[in-house]
């Protein structure tokens, strides 16, 4: 296999390189300021975009490793997002869904020869593999956001609210509605008439979910559940609320 199927892109290094660098220049700053908010923003925006392209790389990763081998000419491994099936769904709308209304809209764009899958139990895993590396983020993000200080209190407010986004992310993916990896990773177990029917609402399956939580009480159950988790995780959820008032930098 050619090892430019493998080797990250320079999207994604750039990306990562934007995120690690806004990042640290939040860690120096003392003060906020619409130049400070706009930068919280574009770590938040870039750290995002990298989970989103660690989520399609874990489902295409485990495909992989699972016998589709259609998967490296593709280019998924490789991170680049453009390379994905639909960067609308994966790329764009979870993005929008990120700064119109602090929700980890889960994208879905790797297209996988299941047929090609060694087993039923690969193809779960290929399905829960892309919220396990939100989660495995949520984690990684929650660690470093309890331990925070006062002096670098705007940089660990970005890292609690981007952790809050990935804890929505994750639990969002799990949910048991066509089209999420929270049916994938069931589907292999459902007869196939089941899978068939579901199969055709599945791409209506996200924008019910968005649709539901405009609900306010499912909105509220939702976000008391997503805070409930981040107490669990030691996040101070004044982080949290701190952060997404620096995110917002035009209000």
Not at 95 to 124: M, Y
């Amino acid at each position: 296999m050619d090892h430019t199927h493998r080797r990250p892109s320079w999207i994604f290094l750039t990306v990562l390189a934007v995120f690690l660098a806004t990042g640290g220049v939040l860690w120096a700053s003392d003060g906020v300021d619409i130049g400070t908010r706009m930068l919280v923003f574009l770590f938040v925006v870039a750290g995002w975009v990298v989970s989103l392209c660690l989520h399609e790389f874990g489902h295409a990763l485990t495909a992989y490793k699972g016998g589709d081998w259609t998967i490296p000419e593709k280019g998924y491994l490789t991170l680049n997002p453009l390379k994905y099936t639909n960067a609308l769904l994966s790329i764009v709308l979870p993005l929008v869904f990120v700064v119109l209304g602090g929700i980890g809209l889960p994208g879905g764009a790797v297209w996988v020869q299941r047929g090609l899958l060694r087993s039923k139990k690969i193809d779960s895993l290929v399905s829960a593999m892309g919220p396990l590396s939100n989660a495995v983020f949520a984690v990684a993000l929650a660690v470093t956001a309890a331990n925070w200080s006062t002096e670098h209190a705007v940089f660990f407010s970005a890292i609690a609210y981007l952790a809050m986004l990935q804890v929505t992310a994750t639990v969002l993916n799990l949910l048991p509605v066509p089209g999420l990896d929270g049916f994938g990773i069931l589907e292999p177990w459902l007869p196939r008439e089941w899978s068939r029917n579901a199969a055709k609402i599945a791409p209506f399956g996200m924008l019910a979910v968005f649709v539901l939580l405009f609900h306010p009480v499912i909105n509220g159950l939702f976000f008391d559940f997503v805070y409930w988790l981040l107490e669990l995780l030691g996040v101070p959820l004044q982080l949290v609320g701190l952060g997404g008032g620096l995110f917002r930098f035009w209000r």
